[in-house]
């Protein structure tokens, strides 16, 4: 069994950020993000920390902006337009989910798509769909590949099963496992909540990427011998031998799989660490397309 560490392979792509960091330096520039988050969420508010953190690593630009979960829809438009606006910043996040009263479709139709690291403007999702590599790719679905290619994991006639149809990550990343060349080429079939006999289609495939949301969803009955397991979920569960009084757990049952597989990613350490350095990666992207004229 071979444990997919996903900080490895996050370092590693960090280091080639900071190379290009480097050179926009050098002309003056320096990649910058802006982060929004509505409302106390803490599990929202933990992983825009871990954003600014990794920005200030990577010496870009990080601004973050809290805001009351009063905050109104105009309001909201109204900042989504002002960094539209910003030269200074390059890449724009809407933390999700927002309150209730918050239209999330209009605001990710706001941001503008150059500045749409996310990857969930319809502009974008629809370059994915069309394979035009000119749009951004969500960021966890681009991390799962990520860790697959950098695991020497072959996904080129592979059958994998994607359990989750979210636009966030079940979609995209369906798209991006079928679409021509490395990484992709695969033959993908999408399970989800209402899918019936669940564990026979997960069973029959080489490689199971589980986003359902759901802790330990997923079983030794669900994953065949020698499969590979990418585990996207990330969901508390009362612990009260933890300090935090939770722990972090996938939606694929670890300790019941794990020896069953060729490979598979923890939880924590194996997906989030990659959609962290994937955001960094569309930032910088942004920024050197939306700077090289300069």
Excluded: W
């Excluded at 520039?29 to 409302?39: M, Q, R």
Aim: with cysteine; net charge neutral.
């Amino acid at each position: 069994m071979n444990i997919l560490d996903g900080k490895k392979a996050a370092a590693a792509i960090e280091q080639t950020l900071l190379e290009r960091i480097t050179l926009l330096k050098q002309r003056g520039i320096t990649p910058g993000l802006a982060v929004v988050l509505v409302g106390e969420n803490p599990a929202s508010q933990a992983y825009v920390r871990n954003k600014d953190r990794t920005c200030a690593r990577l010496g870009m630009h990080s601004k973050k902006i809290e805001l009351p979960s009063s905050t109104t829809q105009t309001e909201l438009l109204r900042l989504v337009q002002e960094l539209n606006n910003d030269p200074l910043i390059h890449g724009i996040l809407v933390q999700s989910p927002p309150p209730a009263h918050i239209n999330e479709q209009a605001i990710t139709e706001a941001i503008d798509p150059r500045k749409d690291v996310d990857g969930f403007h319809p502009i974008n999702v629809a370059k994915l769909a069309m394979e035009d590599p000119s749009g951004f790719v969500p960021c966890t679905p681009l991390g799962c590949q990520h860790l697959l290619m950098s695991a020497g994991i072959e996904t080129r006639g592979a059958n994998i099963v994607v359990v989750g149809r979210s636009l966030i990550v079940g979609k995209p990343m369906a798209l991006l496992l079928m679409s021509k060349g490395k990484g992709g080429d695969a033959t993908v079939t999408i399970a989800h909540s209402q899918t019936k006999n669940l564990a026979a289609i997960t069973r029959s495939a080489d490689i199971v990427i589980a986003a359902l949301g759901r802790p330990h969803t997923l079983g030794a009955e669900h994953i065949r011998e020698g499969a590979v397991v990418i585990d996207v979920g990330i969901n508390r569960v009362t612990d009260t031998s933890s300090k935090t009084g939770y722990r972090l757990v996938g939606d694929v049952d670890f300790d019941a799989v794990a020896d069953r597989c060729a490979a598979i990613t923890p939880v924590p350490g194996g997906v989030g660490p990659m959609t962290i350095a994937m955001l960094m990666q569309n930032t910088v992207t942004a920024c050197e397309r939306l700077t090289n004229k300069q």
